[in-house]
């Protein structure tokens, strides 16, 4: 029971997190972190020093998550076995695969 809630509360919060910070689309994801420091500039009138300041906090929170991505996969990789963990990576993949279609949808080129 535990082992089952434990997977189901991983299948569900992965695809949160590799929506939210794509580990494997780095030139994306460089795209996406530039044009919302961009925005930030523009929408609150960020001085250079605080943009470069904004974009050291970014860059920050963003090494401090992967390297939490990271613990938290090699932990599970003590935890399930490695059918497992195939699965799950598979499920990784296709919601990084839904989450570019909808991506591409709302951005149609």
């Known amino acids: 029971m535990n082992k089952t809630l434990l997977t189901l509360a991983f299948v569900t919060i992965f695809p949160l997190t590799a929506a939210a910070?794509?580990?494997d689309?780095?030139?994306?994801?460089?795209e996406h972190?530039?044009?919302?420091?961009?925005?930030?500039?523009q929408e609150l009138q960020?001085?250079?020093q605080q943009k470069n300041e904004v974009?050291?906090?970014?860059k920050?929170?963003?090494d401090k998550f992967?390297?939490?991505?990271d613990e938290t996969h090699s932990k599970l990789g003590?935890?399930?076995?490695?059918?497992?963990?195939?699965?799950l990576d598979e499920l990784k993949k296709q919601r990084r695969e839904h989450w570019k279609h909808r991506k591409g949808m709302k951005n149609p080129e």
């Open 33 to 41: 972190q530039k044009h919302r420091i961009e925005r930030l500039t």
């Open 46 to 48: 960020l001085t250079d």
């Open 78 to 87: 003590t935890v399930l076995t490695p059918e497992q963990m195939t699965k």
């Open 25 to 30: 689309q780095a030139s994306g994801s460089e």
């Open 60 to 62: 920050e929170q963003h």
């Open 66 to 69: 992967k390297a939490l991505h």
């Open 21 to 23: 910070f794509p580990g």
């Open 55 to 58: 974009e050291a906090i970014f």
